[in-house]
């Protein structure tokens, strides 16, 4: 009963430690690619796909036919704590054609995950912290059919997260021992940032180039502290900016069914809770064979410079069956990272994708 006395006493008057955030910001990021983009290295921005939205080009979606929705897992084993044993926050996209050569499009899919723990010195006082939660991508927009060849789109790109923190004091400021452990939550909320996105592509039978680009996106963070027995209190609200981004791509065929291509990414630096990752850039390689009968295979390199893993080089490889009736996909993909460090993490995606078609 006095432990808790202390501690509502406390919680009042603002003794306790600061917000803390978590060592490595908004933790592990991966970009939001599809099973069939990540087995081709991560060339979406520059190849034609009629059956998927690409959150990094959606403008490569301008020519689908049909309206679907497209579902995509991810399990992942490796060096990486965050990510070792998880399966990632599932990346749902839909198109829907409309008249005029119009499609509308919209995408929600993971985009970092926070799983760390340290026991600190923070303010004079000792304590356990446990951080959880993670980051999120969202899209909606229009695609448009400019002519047979050319397309582009414009629409609004969405950053949101939450990161959660359970504390355990286990000393005090002056270095007593406490006899009640003091246990408090900060719960950390990143309001939705939208910006703009646009982007364009050009396709023909023997090649096809994409672009886009998004805007810096800002919001508000804030966080609410949360106590085991007085209640909660909001105790830091700032504002928070993402950086803008770009990505250019090149594919061709140099044979009918075989195509191959290249693609760039980059980001400026990002700046958030209180970490600092660097501006950098993701160059891939990616080809796709078509095998027959419904069937395609796929593989694909790309190397990071700067960014959230500096030096990781991943290979990747896939394949595809698509039903018969344009009615549905199957997308598979197993890639190998390693990291700069010598460390390493193997992934599996599966994306599903399913046409109006499957309903007649």
């Not at 000792?126 to 060849?149: P, Q």
């Not at 359970?166 to 021992?177: N, R, W």
């Not at 958030?272 to 390689?285: E, M």
């Not at 460390?343 to 399913?354: H, I």
Request: hydrophobic share 35%.
């Amino acid at each position: 009963m006095i432990g808790l006395l202390i501690l509502a006493l406390l919680s009042q008057q603002g003794d306790y430690p600061g917000y803390l955030p978590p060592p490595d910001g908004v933790g592990a990021e991966m970009l939001p690619f599809s099973a069939r983009g990540m087995a081709m290295g991560g060339i979406e921005c520059c190849v034609r796909n009629d059956r998927g939205l690409s959150i990094l080009n959606p403008a490569v979606s301008a020519w689908a036919p049909h309206a679907g929705l497209e579902l995509t897992v991810d399990y992942t084993e490796g060096d990486c704590r965050a990510r070792d044993g998880e399966m990632r926050f599932p990346r749902m996209s839909f198109l829907f054609p409309l008249p005029g050569r119009v499609v509308l499009s919209g995408a929600l899919g993971g985009r970092s995950v926070v799983r760390c723990g340290d026991t600190l010195k923070v303010d004079g006082y000792v304590g356990g912290y446990a951080w959880r939660g993670g980051t999120g991508e969202a899209y909606t927009g229009l695609s448009v059919l400019a002519s047979d060849w050319l397309s582009f789109s414009l629409g609004g790109r969405c950053f949101f997260g939450g990161i959660d923190s359970d504390v355990t004091l286990f000393k005090d400021s002056v270095g007593s021992q406490i006899p009640l452990n003091w246990f408090y939550r900060d719960d950390g909320y990143l309001e939705p940032a939208w910006g703009l996105m646009v982007g364009t592509m050009i396709h023909t039978p023997y090649l096809g180039l994409g672009m886009s680009i998004t805007t810096d996106r800002d919001a508000r963070l804030e966080v609410r502290r949360n106590y085991l027995s007085a209640g909660s209190d909001t105790t830091l609200t700032e504002s928070y900016s993402i950086p803008g981004e770009a990505s250019l791509g090149l594919s061709v065929r140099p044979l009918p069914r075989l195509l191959v291509g290249t693609s760039y990414y980059y980001r400026k630096a990002l700046n958030l809770l209180q970490s600092k990752t660097p501006d950098g850039n993701i160059l891939g390689l990616g080809a796709e064979v078509d095998l027959g009968r419904g069937f395609a295979g796929r593989a694909g390199y790309s190397v990071v410079d700067g960014l959230w893993s500096d030096g990781c080089r991943r290979w990747s490889l896939g394949g595809s069956y698509l039903f018969s009736g344009d009615r549905a996909r199957i997308d598979l993909s197993l890639g190998r990272s390693i990291l700069k460090d010598g460390g390493g993490e193997t992934s599996v995606s599966v994306t599903l994708w399913g046409s109006e078609n499957w309903l007649r």
